[in-house]
Protein backbone atom coordinates (compact mmCIF):
# COMPACT_ATOMS: atom_id res chain seq x y z
CA UNK A 1 0.00 0.00 0.00
CA UNK A 2 1.37 3.45 -0.60
CA UNK A 3 1.99 5.53 2.20
CA UNK A 4 0.67 8.78 3.09
CA UNK A 5 3.82 10.72 2.24
CA UNK A 6 4.53 8.96 -1.44
CA UNK A 7 0.78 10.28 -2.09
CA UNK A 8 1.08 13.66 -1.59
CA UNK A 9 4.24 13.62 -3.27
CA UNK A 10 2.93 12.46 -6.34
CA UNK A 11 -0.03 14.56 -6.48
CA UNK A 12 2.17 17.70 -5.46
CA UNK A 13 4.15 16.51 -8.10
CA UNK A 14 1.43 16.14 -10.95
CA UNK A 15 0.51 19.57 -10.27
CA UNK A 16 3.79 21.10 -10.49
CA UNK A 17 4.63 19.47 -13.97
CA UNK A 18 1.19 20.49 -15.55
CA UNK A 19 1.63 24.11 -14.25
CA UNK A 20 5.86 24.10 -14.97
CA UNK A 21 6.20 25.75 -11.25
CA UNK A 22 9.74 24.80 -9.48
CA UNK A 23 11.40 25.00 -13.22
CA UNK A 24 12.39 28.70 -13.26
CA UNK A 25 15.43 29.67 -13.58
CA UNK A 26 16.14 32.46 -11.01
CA UNK A 27 19.43 32.43 -10.33
CA UNK A 28 22.17 35.21 -11.76
CA UNK A 29 24.98 34.09 -14.18
CA UNK A 30 27.80 33.80 -11.45
CA UNK A 31 25.02 32.23 -9.11
CA UNK A 32 23.93 29.61 -11.41
CA UNK A 33 27.37 28.82 -12.71
CA UNK A 34 28.71 27.88 -9.21
CA UNK A 35 25.46 25.92 -8.62
CA UNK A 36 25.54 23.74 -12.05
CA UNK A 37 29.36 22.29 -11.12
CA UNK A 38 27.51 21.26 -7.45
CA UNK A 39 24.35 19.57 -9.12
CA UNK A 40 26.36 18.41 -11.88
CA UNK A 41 28.85 16.88 -9.42
CA UNK A 42 25.77 15.63 -7.63
CA UNK A 43 23.10 14.17 -10.38
CA UNK A 44 25.80 12.62 -12.27
CA UNK A 45 25.67 9.05 -10.57
CA UNK A 46 21.68 9.32 -10.55
CA UNK A 47 21.95 9.92 -14.58
CA UNK A 48 24.61 7.43 -15.02
CA UNK A 49 22.28 4.82 -12.96
CA UNK A 50 19.80 6.09 -15.35
CA UNK A 51 21.63 4.67 -18.65
CA UNK A 52 21.51 1.30 -17.21
CA UNK A 53 18.48 1.19 -15.59
CA UNK A 54 16.87 1.79 -19.03
CA UNK A 55 19.09 -0.56 -21.30
CA UNK A 56 18.30 -3.05 -18.42
CA UNK A 57 14.81 -2.99 -17.47
CA UNK A 58 13.07 -0.79 -19.51
CA UNK A 59 14.65 -0.95 -23.39
CA UNK A 60 12.41 -4.57 -24.15
CA UNK A 61 14.30 -4.69 -27.60
CA UNK A 62 17.66 -3.37 -26.67
CA UNK A 63 20.85 -6.03 -27.01
CA UNK A 64 21.09 -5.59 -23.15
CA UNK A 65 17.89 -5.61 -22.12
CA UNK A 66 17.66 -8.09 -18.77
CA UNK A 67 14.42 -8.42 -17.13
CA UNK A 68 11.63 -5.80 -16.75
CA UNK A 69 11.20 -4.13 -13.38
CA UNK A 70 10.74 -6.99 -10.06
CA UNK A 71 12.03 -9.63 -11.93
CA UNK A 72 15.37 -11.28 -11.51
CA UNK A 73 17.96 -12.02 -14.53
CA UNK A 74 20.86 -13.85 -14.86
CA UNK A 75 24.42 -13.83 -17.23
CA UNK A 76 25.57 -17.13 -17.09
CA UNK A 77 28.25 -17.04 -19.14
CA UNK A 78 32.06 -15.95 -19.12
CA UNK A 79 32.20 -12.60 -19.93
CA UNK A 80 34.25 -11.34 -23.16
CA UNK A 81 34.95 -8.25 -24.44
CA UNK A 82 31.80 -8.98 -26.67
CA UNK A 83 30.16 -8.03 -23.04
CA UNK A 84 29.65 -4.22 -23.36
CA UNK A 85 26.45 -2.90 -20.85
CA UNK A 86 28.90 -2.07 -18.12
CA UNK A 87 32.03 -0.42 -17.71
CA UNK A 88 35.00 -2.40 -16.12
CA UNK A 89 32.93 -5.35 -16.60
CA UNK A 90 33.74 -8.27 -13.38
CA UNK A 91 34.35 -11.65 -15.14
CA UNK A 92 34.92 -13.33 -12.20
CA UNK A 93 31.88 -13.34 -11.15
CA UNK A 94 28.48 -14.04 -13.22
CA UNK A 95 25.95 -11.14 -12.46
CA UNK A 96 22.10 -11.51 -11.63
CA UNK A 97 20.10 -8.33 -11.68
CA UNK A 98 16.72 -7.24 -10.27
CA UNK A 99 15.51 -4.10 -10.79
CA UNK A 100 13.24 -3.17 -8.56
CA UNK A 101 9.94 -0.58 -8.29
CA UNK A 102 9.63 -0.51 -4.58
CA UNK A 103 6.58 2.00 -4.64
CA UNK A 104 3.80 -0.72 -4.08
CA UNK A 105 5.10 -2.75 -1.95
CA UNK A 106 8.66 -4.39 -0.66
CA UNK A 107 10.15 -7.12 -2.58
CA UNK A 108 11.58 -10.64 -0.88
CA UNK A 109 14.46 -11.74 -2.19
CA UNK A 110 15.10 -15.91 -1.56
CA UNK A 111 18.89 -16.89 -1.54
CA UNK A 112 20.09 -20.53 -1.30
CA UNK A 113 22.26 -22.71 0.78
CA UNK A 114 25.68 -22.77 -1.13
CA UNK A 115 28.89 -24.42 -0.58
CA UNK A 116 31.23 -22.80 2.10
CA UNK A 117 34.10 -22.68 -0.41
CA UNK A 118 32.15 -20.50 -2.49
CA UNK A 119 31.64 -16.52 -2.50
CA UNK A 120 28.74 -15.00 -3.36
CA UNK A 121 26.96 -11.70 -2.97
CA UNK A 122 24.08 -9.21 -3.61
CA UNK A 123 24.72 -5.88 -3.91
CA UNK A 124 21.53 -3.42 -2.79
CA UNK A 125 21.93 -0.21 -4.34
CA UNK A 126 19.52 3.38 -4.62
CA UNK A 127 19.61 5.15 -7.21
CA UNK A 128 22.01 8.33 -5.89
CA UNK A 129 24.17 4.75 -6.79
CA UNK A 130 25.11 4.14 -3.25
CA UNK A 131 25.23 0.74 -1.71
CA UNK A 132 22.65 0.36 0.94
CA UNK A 133 23.25 -2.99 2.20
CA UNK A 134 24.74 -6.31 1.23
CA UNK A 135 23.68 -9.74 1.53
CA UNK A 136 25.80 -13.11 0.59
CA UNK A 137 28.44 -14.33 2.38
CA UNK A 138 30.34 -11.79 4.29
CA UNK A 139 26.93 -10.05 5.65
CA UNK A 140 24.31 -12.89 6.15
CA UNK A 141 26.79 -16.44 5.51
CA UNK A 142 25.82 -18.97 2.81
CA UNK A 143 22.94 -20.56 4.78
CA UNK A 144 20.13 -18.23 2.45
CA UNK A 145 17.26 -16.91 3.53
CA UNK A 146 14.83 -14.43 2.76
CA UNK A 147 15.37 -10.62 3.16
CA UNK A 148 12.64 -8.05 2.47
CA UNK A 149 13.82 -4.63 0.42
CA UNK A 150 11.33 -1.89 1.35
CA UNK A 151 11.03 1.80 0.15
CA UNK A 152 11.16 4.47 2.29
CA UNK A 153 7.45 4.91 2.47
CA UNK A 154 6.10 1.52 3.78
CA UNK A 155 5.06 1.01 7.46
CA UNK A 156 3.47 -2.67 7.09
CA UNK A 157 3.92 -5.79 8.82
CA UNK A 158 7.32 -7.98 8.44
CA UNK A 159 6.48 -11.61 7.72
CA UNK A 160 7.64 -13.40 10.82
CA UNK A 161 10.02 -16.01 8.76
CA UNK A 162 12.04 -12.50 7.20
CA UNK A 163 15.78 -12.85 7.85
CA UNK A 164 16.28 -9.15 7.26
CA UNK A 165 14.52 -6.09 6.09
CA UNK A 166 16.25 -3.34 4.27
CA UNK A 167 15.07 -0.46 3.67
CA UNK A 168 15.96 2.11 0.53
CA UNK A 169 16.20 5.79 0.73
CA UNK A 170 14.32 5.77 -3.54
CA UNK A 171 11.47 3.62 -4.32
CA UNK A 172 13.86 2.67 -7.47
CA UNK A 173 16.44 0.44 -6.63
CA UNK A 174 18.81 -2.23 -8.02
CA UNK A 175 19.95 -5.38 -6.81
CA UNK A 176 23.24 -6.75 -8.20
CA UNK A 177 24.08 -9.86 -7.63
CA UNK A 178 27.67 -11.51 -8.19
CA UNK A 179 28.71 -15.22 -8.04
CA UNK A 180 32.52 -17.08 -7.68
CA UNK A 181 32.71 -18.85 -11.00
CA UNK A 182 35.82 -21.19 -10.35
CA UNK A 183 36.50 -21.70 -14.42
CA UNK A 184 34.55 -22.54 -17.25
CA UNK A 185 33.84 -25.97 -16.19
CA UNK A 186 31.93 -24.65 -12.61
CA UNK A 187 29.67 -22.52 -15.24
CA UNK A 188 27.03 -25.48 -14.37
CA UNK A 189 27.08 -24.95 -11.17
CA UNK A 190 26.68 -21.51 -11.21
CA UNK A 191 23.33 -21.27 -13.15
CA UNK A 192 22.33 -24.11 -10.83
CA UNK A 193 23.12 -21.58 -7.83
CA UNK A 194 21.43 -18.70 -9.78
CA UNK A 195 18.58 -20.70 -10.38
CA UNK A 196 18.15 -20.88 -6.66
CA UNK A 197 17.67 -16.36 -6.59
CA UNK A 198 13.76 -16.09 -6.53
CA UNK A 199 12.61 -12.53 -6.29
CA UNK A 200 8.76 -12.27 -4.94
CA UNK A 201 6.53 -9.25 -4.24
CA UNK A 202 5.28 -8.76 -0.20
CA UNK A 203 1.64 -9.69 -1.33
CA UNK A 204 2.77 -12.93 -3.07
CA UNK A 205 5.00 -14.02 -0.51
CA UNK A 206 2.22 -13.86 2.13
CA UNK A 207 -0.55 -15.12 -0.03
CA UNK A 208 -2.51 -12.27 0.33
CA UNK A 209 -3.85 -9.71 -2.16
CA UNK A 210 -1.94 -7.50 -3.81
CA UNK A 211 -1.86 -3.38 -3.45
CA UNK A 212 -3.67 -1.31 -5.96
CA UNK A 213 -1.39 -0.42 -8.74
CA UNK A 214 0.60 2.32 -9.09
CA UNK A 215 0.72 4.78 -12.11
CA UNK A 216 2.50 3.98 -14.86
CA UNK A 217 5.95 5.63 -15.22
CA UNK A 218 6.99 6.77 -19.06
CA UNK A 219 10.15 6.70 -18.84
CA UNK A 220 12.55 9.37 -21.05
CA UNK A 221 14.52 7.87 -23.36
CA UNK A 222 17.91 7.85 -22.93
CA UNK A 223 20.33 10.28 -25.28
CA UNK A 224 24.00 9.63 -26.70
CA UNK A 225 25.21 12.88 -24.81
CA UNK A 226 22.86 12.70 -21.46
CA UNK A 227 25.63 13.36 -19.25
CA UNK A 228 27.51 15.75 -20.86
CA UNK A 229 25.66 19.12 -20.80
CA UNK A 230 22.51 20.52 -19.20
CA UNK A 231 20.30 18.04 -20.33
CA UNK A 232 21.26 15.88 -17.81
CA UNK A 233 18.66 18.08 -14.98
CA UNK A 234 16.21 16.94 -16.92
CA UNK A 235 16.75 13.24 -16.79
CA UNK A 236 18.13 14.05 -12.62
CA UNK A 237 14.74 16.02 -11.93
CA UNK A 238 13.32 12.74 -13.93
CA UNK A 239 14.63 10.36 -11.36
CA UNK A 240 14.66 12.48 -8.39
CA UNK A 241 10.64 11.89 -8.43
CA UNK A 242 11.16 8.55 -6.77
CA UNK A 243 13.56 9.60 -3.94
CA UNK A 244 12.47 10.73 -0.45
CA UNK A 245 14.18 14.09 0.07
CA UNK A 246 16.92 13.64 2.80
CA UNK A 247 17.23 16.40 5.78
CA UNK A 248 20.73 16.75 4.93
CA UNK A 249 20.22 18.04 1.57
CA UNK A 250 17.72 20.29 2.14
CA UNK A 251 20.06 23.43 1.86
CA UNK A 252 20.81 21.66 -1.37
CA UNK A 253 18.48 21.24 -3.30
CA UNK A 254 17.16 24.93 -2.26
CA UNK A 255 20.19 26.22 -4.48
CA UNK A 256 19.39 23.73 -6.78
CA UNK A 257 15.44 25.04 -7.44
CA UNK A 258 17.49 27.97 -8.49
CA UNK A 259 18.36 26.70 -11.58
CA UNK A 260 15.08 24.66 -12.08
CA UNK A 261 16.24 21.31 -10.62
CA UNK A 262 13.66 19.53 -8.70
CA UNK A 263 12.12 16.29 -7.93
CA UNK A 264 9.58 15.51 -10.91
CA UNK A 265 9.92 18.94 -12.37
CA UNK A 266 9.97 19.57 -16.08
CA UNK A 267 13.51 20.88 -16.85
CA UNK A 268 13.30 22.98 -20.70
CA UNK A 269 16.49 22.91 -21.80
CA UNK A 270 15.30 24.54 -25.19
CA UNK A 271 14.03 27.06 -22.78
CA UNK A 272 17.21 28.08 -21.30
CA UNK A 273 18.66 31.61 -22.58
CA UNK A 274 21.59 32.09 -24.24
CA UNK A 275 23.20 33.84 -20.58
CA UNK A 276 22.00 30.47 -18.39
CA UNK A 277 22.72 28.14 -21.10
CA UNK A 278 26.42 29.26 -21.03
CA UNK A 279 26.20 29.27 -17.12
CA UNK A 280 25.53 25.90 -16.93
CA UNK A 281 28.02 24.55 -19.47
CA UNK A 282 30.36 26.74 -17.70
CA UNK A 283 29.69 24.83 -13.85
CA UNK A 284 29.76 21.51 -15.45
CA UNK A 285 33.47 22.18 -16.90
CA UNK A 286 34.17 23.15 -13.36
CA UNK A 287 32.99 20.29 -12.32
CA UNK A 288 34.83 17.88 -14.87
CA UNK A 289 37.74 20.31 -13.98
CA UNK A 290 37.79 19.44 -10.67
CA UNK A 291 37.35 16.10 -11.15
CA UNK A 292 40.58 15.48 -12.98
CA UNK A 293 42.19 17.39 -10.57
CA UNK A 294 41.17 14.62 -8.00
CA UNK A 295 41.55 12.02 -10.27
CA UNK A 296 45.40 13.11 -10.58
CA UNK A 297 46.50 14.21 -7.35
CA UNK A 298 44.68 11.78 -5.12
CA UNK A 299 43.05 8.90 -7.34
CA UNK A 300 46.19 8.06 -9.60
CA UNK A 301 48.18 8.16 -6.67
CA UNK A 302 46.65 5.89 -4.69
CA UNK A 303 46.30 8.17 -1.95
CA UNK A 304 42.52 7.50 -2.30
CA UNK A 305 41.11 4.34 -2.39
CA UNK A 306 39.15 3.16 -5.02
CA UNK A 307 36.62 1.59 -2.12
CA UNK A 308 36.56 5.21 -0.48
CA UNK A 309 34.40 6.39 -4.03
CA UNK A 310 31.43 3.42 -3.23
CA UNK A 311 29.22 2.86 -0.09
CA UNK A 312 26.61 4.31 2.16
CA UNK A 313 25.29 7.98 2.71
CA UNK A 314 26.34 7.90 6.14
CA UNK A 315 29.84 6.43 4.97
CA UNK A 316 30.30 8.60 2.28
CA UNK A 317 28.88 11.65 4.19
CA UNK A 318 27.49 13.50 0.83
CA UNK A 319 30.80 13.46 -0.18
CA UNK A 320 29.37 13.82 -3.84
CA UNK A 321 33.02 14.53 -5.72
CA UNK A 322 33.62 10.79 -4.40
CA UNK A 323 30.38 9.59 -5.98
CA UNK A 324 31.14 11.11 -8.94
CA UNK A 325 33.89 9.78 -9.53
CA UNK A 326 33.12 6.07 -8.74
CA UNK A 327 30.01 6.22 -11.09
CA UNK A 328 32.49 8.20 -13.75
CA UNK A 329 35.09 5.33 -13.69
CA UNK A 330 32.68 2.24 -12.71
CA UNK A 331 29.40 2.82 -11.46
CA UNK A 332 28.14 -0.02 -9.13
CA UNK A 333 31.38 -0.65 -7.55
CA UNK A 334 31.57 -2.10 -4.15
CA UNK A 335 32.22 -1.07 -0.30
CA UNK A 336 35.47 -1.30 1.02
CA UNK A 337 34.43 -3.63 3.35
CA UNK A 338 32.97 -6.29 0.46
CA UNK A 339 36.01 -5.96 -1.95
CA UNK A 340 39.01 -3.74 -2.92
CA UNK A 341 38.89 -2.58 -5.90
CA UNK A 342 42.56 -1.03 -6.39
CA UNK A 343 43.67 0.56 -10.11
CA UNK A 344 46.34 0.44 -12.16
CA UNK A 345 45.83 3.87 -14.18
CA UNK A 346 49.40 4.97 -14.03
CA UNK A 347 52.75 3.40 -14.13
CA UNK A 348 55.44 3.85 -11.68
CA UNK A 349 56.70 6.45 -13.23
CA UNK A 350 53.64 8.55 -13.17
CA UNK A 351 52.44 7.82 -16.64
CA UNK A 352 49.34 6.27 -18.40
CA UNK A 353 49.97 2.89 -18.85
CA UNK A 354 49.86 2.32 -22.74
CA UNK A 355 50.35 -1.53 -24.68
CA UNK A 356 52.26 0.52 -27.68
CA UNK A 357 54.74 2.34 -25.78
CA UNK A 358 55.34 -0.47 -23.17
CA UNK A 359 55.69 -3.77 -21.46
CA UNK A 360 55.43 -3.68 -17.84
CA UNK A 361 55.56 -6.13 -14.59
CA UNK A 362 53.99 -6.83 -11.12
CA UNK A 363 55.72 -7.79 -9.04
CA UNK A 364 54.43 -9.47 -5.49
CA UNK A 365 57.20 -10.57 -3.25
CA UNK A 366 56.93 -14.19 -1.23
CA UNK A 367 54.09 -13.83 1.16
CA UNK A 368 52.94 -10.71 -0.16
CA UNK A 369 50.03 -11.76 -2.73
CA UNK A 370 46.69 -9.85 -2.29
CA UNK A 371 45.58 -10.64 1.37
CA UNK A 372 42.01 -11.88 0.59
CA UNK A 373 39.48 -13.77 2.62
CA UNK A 374 37.20 -15.03 -0.86
CA UNK A 375 39.47 -14.45 -3.16
CA UNK A 376 41.62 -11.93 -5.39
CA UNK A 377 41.56 -10.99 -9.31
CA UNK A 378 43.85 -8.66 -11.21
CA UNK A 379 41.95 -8.04 -14.59
CA UNK A 380 43.04 -5.58 -18.04
CA UNK A 381 41.25 -3.22 -19.65
CA UNK A 382 41.20 -0.62 -22.79
CA UNK A 383 41.09 2.35 -21.69
CA UNK A 384 38.90 3.83 -24.95
CA UNK A 385 36.23 1.28 -24.27
CA UNK A 386 36.95 0.41 -20.86
CA UNK A 387 36.35 -3.01 -22.05
CA UNK A 388 38.24 -6.22 -21.83
CA UNK A 389 40.90 -6.42 -24.15
CA UNK A 390 40.07 -8.91 -26.96
CA UNK A 391 43.04 -11.24 -27.56
CA UNK A 392 43.95 -14.87 -28.99
CA UNK A 393 44.44 -16.37 -25.89
CA UNK A 394 40.96 -15.53 -24.94
CA UNK A 395 42.87 -14.62 -21.43
CA UNK A 396 41.50 -11.46 -19.40
CA UNK A 397 42.26 -12.05 -15.65
CA UNK A 398 44.64 -13.84 -13.43
CA UNK A 399 43.76 -14.78 -10.28
CA UNK A 400 44.29 -16.45 -7.02
CA UNK A 401 42.68 -19.72 -8.39
CA UNK A 402 45.17 -19.84 -11.10
CA UNK A 403 47.57 -19.70 -8.37
CA UNK A 404 49.22 -23.34 -9.32
CA UNK A 405 49.76 -22.99 -12.77
CA UNK A 406 51.57 -19.65 -12.35
CA UNK A 407 55.54 -19.38 -12.69
CA UNK A 408 57.43 -18.34 -9.64
CA UNK A 409 60.57 -16.26 -9.29
CA UNK A 410 63.60 -17.03 -7.77
CA UNK A 411 62.52 -15.72 -4.27
CA UNK A 412 59.29 -17.52 -4.27
CA UNK A 413 57.14 -14.61 -5.61
CA UNK A 414 55.32 -14.38 -8.42
CA UNK A 415 56.08 -11.72 -11.58
CA UNK A 416 53.06 -11.22 -14.26
CA UNK A 417 53.58 -9.29 -17.33
CA UNK A 418 51.34 -6.52 -18.79
CA UNK A 419 52.40 -6.01 -22.50
CA UNK A 420 50.95 -6.54 -25.99
CA UNK A 421 53.45 -8.39 -27.78
CA UNK A 422 53.43 -12.44 -27.00
CA UNK A 423 56.04 -13.95 -24.59
CA UNK A 424 57.95 -16.67 -25.41
CA UNK A 425 55.91 -19.97 -24.90
CA UNK A 426 57.52 -20.92 -21.16
CA UNK A 427 56.71 -17.42 -20.23
CA UNK A 428 52.67 -16.84 -20.88
CA UNK A 429 51.59 -18.79 -17.85
CA UNK A 430 51.76 -15.21 -16.52
CA UNK A 431 51.21 -12.95 -19.28
CA UNK A 432 48.02 -10.79 -19.00
CA UNK A 433 47.20 -9.36 -22.57
CA UNK A 434 47.03 -5.46 -23.53
CA UNK A 435 46.07 -3.46 -26.02
CA UNK A 436 48.38 -1.80 -28.44
CA UNK A 437 47.60 1.78 -26.38
CA UNK A 438 46.07 3.00 -23.68
CA UNK A 439 44.69 0.44 -20.98
CA UNK A 440 44.60 0.22 -17.30
CA UNK A 441 44.04 -2.71 -14.67
CA UNK A 442 41.83 -3.28 -11.97
CA UNK A 443 42.82 -5.76 -8.89
CA UNK A 444 39.54 -7.09 -6.95
CA UNK A 445 40.12 -8.56 -3.61
CA UNK A 446 37.01 -10.09 -2.74
CA UNK A 447 36.41 -9.56 1.66
CA UNK A 448 39.87 -7.82 1.96
CA UNK A 449 41.84 -8.88 5.05
CA UNK A 450 42.57 -5.19 7.59
CA UNK A 451 46.31 -5.24 6.04
CA UNK A 452 44.78 -4.03 2.91
CA UNK A 453 42.30 -1.05 4.58
CA UNK A 454 44.49 0.22 6.94
CA UNK A 455 47.80 -0.04 4.32
CA UNK A 456 49.94 -2.59 5.89
CA UNK A 457 49.58 -4.55 2.52
CA UNK A 458 50.43 -2.22 -0.34
CA UNK A 459 50.08 -2.29 -3.87
CA UNK A 460 53.00 -3.74 -5.87
CA UNK A 461 53.71 -0.79 -8.57
CA UNK A 462 52.92 -1.06 -12.68
CA UNK A 463 57.00 -0.72 -13.76
CA UNK A 464 58.03 -0.21 -17.31
CA UNK A 465 60.06 -2.46 -18.85
CA UNK A 466 63.11 -0.66 -20.81
Do not use: C
Amino acid sequence: MIGKPTRLLLASLSILMSTGAWADFTASPSEARAIAKEAYLYGFPVVQMYKTLYTQAVDKGGAHFKAPFNHIAHTAQVLTPKDTALPSPNADTPYSFVWMDLRKEPLILTLPRIEDERYYSVQLIDLYAQNIAYLGTRSTGNNGGHYMIAGPDWKGQQPVDIDRVVYSESNIAYALYRTQLFDEKDLGKVKQIQSGYTVQPLSSYVKQPAPAKVPKIEWPKPTATMTEGPQLFRYLNFMLAFAAPQDSEKDLLARFAKIGIAPGAPFKVNQLTAEQRKALEEGIADGRAEFAAFKKDKLDTHQVAQGDLFGSRDRLQNNYLYRYAGAAQGIFGQSSDEAAHLTYLVDSEGKPANGARHSYAVHFAKDQLPPADAFWSLTLYDAKTKMLVPNHKKRYLINSRMLPALQRDADGGITLALQHHEPPKAEQSNWLPAPPGPFYAVLRIYLPKPEVGNGQWKLPPLTPLK
